[in-house]
């Protein structure tokens, strides 16, 4: 059974740079099955999917954070990374990592569900 | 805002039926499967429908989803109190540098 854990710093102050590490247990992040996904929750709000990163390397941001996001793939440890720069007040958020599914439409891959998701770290941006 | 539209919150008696509309576009709901997540107070989402209408292993078929064009709708009938939880649909946007969206939550309350 496979099981995702977020972990890293619970407090960053604003403009500097929220980094997040996501430990994959019971699976392969290199297997090519699932892409391995970012989704965030301010607190009392709703869930903002932030990007994917596949095995290969390859990487789709959200388009609001396209600019300051950055993934990448530990496949040594089975971890997955998440680093956000130049933060706000506005990015405090508990930080998800899941597994999606995917299927490709047109040969461009597409999102489907997300499952398992990791219990998820507050990060506060506070100085 | 959203790109998905979901009522902020439904309330029903124990043991009785409820529905939670999601509505999108044809850039979303109406080309994409659509997926739908349980998120009980203090915990993270869980899967609970995925393909528009399938349900994982362990979740019973209390749960129902269904799509039409571009809505899709949760079911839950024999409401339980351990039922009362955030609901979220989810689908992938094929909109030029979209991705992922979500609907904005909806908060079930089993009176």
């Known amino acids: 059974q496979v099981q995702l854990q977020e972990s890293g710093p619970g407090l960053v102050k604003p403009s500097q740079t929220l980094s997040l590490t996501c430990t994959v247990s019971g699976g392969s992040i290199s297997s090519g099955d699932y892409y391995w996904t970012w989704i965030r929750q301010p607190p009392g709000k709703g869930l903002e999917w932030l990007g994917y990163i596949f095995h290969s390397g390859s990487t789709y941001y959200s388009p609001s954070l396209k600019s300051r996001i950055t993934m990448s793939l530990d496949t040594s440890k089975n971890q997955v990374s998440l680093k956000l720069n130049s933060v706000t007040a506005a990015d405090t958020a508990v930080y998800y990592c899941?597994?999606?599914?995917?299927?490709?439409?047109?040969?461009?891959?597409?999102?489907?569900?997300?499952?398992?998701w990791g219990q998820g770290t507050l990060v506060t941006v506070s100085s | 805002q959203s790109v998905l539209t979901q009522p902020p919150s439904v309330s029903a008696a124990p043991g009785q039926k409820v529905t939670i509309s999601c509505s999108g576009s044809?850039?979303?709901?109406?080309?994409?499967?659509v997926s739908w997540y349980q998120q009980l107070p203090g915990t993270a989402p869980k899967l609970l429908i995925y393909d528009n209408y399938k349900r994982p292993s362990g979740i019973p078929d209390r749960f129902s989803g269904s799509k039409s064009g571009t809505s899709a709708t949760l079911g839950i009938t024999g409401l339980q109190t351990g039922d009362e939880a955030d609901y979220y649909c989810g689908t992938w946007d094929s909109s030029l540098s979209v991705g992922g969206v979500f609907g904005g939550g909806t908060k079930l309350t089993v009176l």
């Open positions: 044809s850039s979303n709901i109406g080309n994409n499967y």
């Open positions: 899941a597994r999606a599914e995917y299927y490709f439409d047109n040969s461009v891959p597409r999102l489907n569900w997300f499952d398992p």
